[in-house]
């Protein structure tokens, strides 16, 4: 049993080594993808005076917002239209893959096509993301790598978990895994917090 725990300690240190950074990298793209939206929400938007003129004024319909957007812009063809709840948010008017036209609910003037620099952002997010931001040939090989730290994270994570797992199975002994401990050396310091963040996360 101890050889059984020292090969698996040695798999679990040499795994976690060659798939640390491409976790690493996966996992801070994976927590900005998770807000893109609101985000480039919040970037297209921030900058736009929208609200309603006068108190009181009530907000143009759908069909003459798309009326005065056609007159101003007759190339122009919106395939969605998105109107919140907030009175002082501008309309949103999609343009399938040329993003956003923003037009102010009150008056029907066109404010804008939002960040094209956060879009352009979170493009390159997803590409490290998925494709460690290999592009043509290359991606094949990009979502290969990936897909191997994924399969050897899991590995880390089921190894990791048997590895902290106390051979004495009383509190004192769990609390030194589950808890940080104040005043250790170094060495024991760097132990106890990777066990302690290792299980909490």
């Known amino acids: 049993m101890k050889t059984f725990r020292t090969v698996l300690f040695w798999l679990h240190l040499v795994a976690g080594t060659v798939a640390g950074v491409v976790v690493l990298i996966m996992s801070v793209t994976g927590v900005l993808l998770m807000y893109e939206k609101q985000i480039i929400a919040w970037a297209?938007?921030?900058?736009?005076?929208?609200?309603p003129p006068t108190a009181g004024a009530a907000p143009l319909p759908v069909e003459?917002?798309?009326?005065?957007?056609?007159?101003e812009r007759p190339n122009v063809?919106?395939?969605t239209v998105a109107r919140k709840?907030?009175?002082n948010a501008p309309v949103a008017m999609g343009l399938g893959r040329e993003g956003n036209l923003?037009?102010?609910a009150y008056t029907g003037a066109i404010l804008?096509?939002?960040?094209?620099?956060?879009r352009d952002f979170f493009r390159s997010m997803t590409d490290w993301h998925r494709w460690l931001a290999m592009s043509g040939e290359s991606r094949p090989t990009?979502?290969?790598i990936t897909g191997a730290s994924n399969a050897l994270f899991l590995f880390i994570v089921l190894s990791g978990f048997y590895l902290w797992f106390p051979r004495k199975w009383n509190w004192a002994q769990f609390r030194n895994v589950m808890w940080f401990k104040r005043r250790l050396p170094s060495k024991a310091r760097d132990f106890n917090w990777h066990n302690v963040i290792g299980f909490w996360s």
């Open 44 to 51: 297209d938007t921030r900058s736009y005076q929208a609200g």
């Open 64 to 71: 003459t917002l798309l009326a005065r957007v056609r007159e």
């Open 77 to 79: 063809t919106p395939a």
């Open 85 to 87: 709840a907030d009175p």
């Open 102 to 104: 923003y037009v102010n």
């Open 112 to 118: 804008g096509g939002g960040s094209q620099g956060t």
């Open 142 to 144: 990009g979502r290969a």
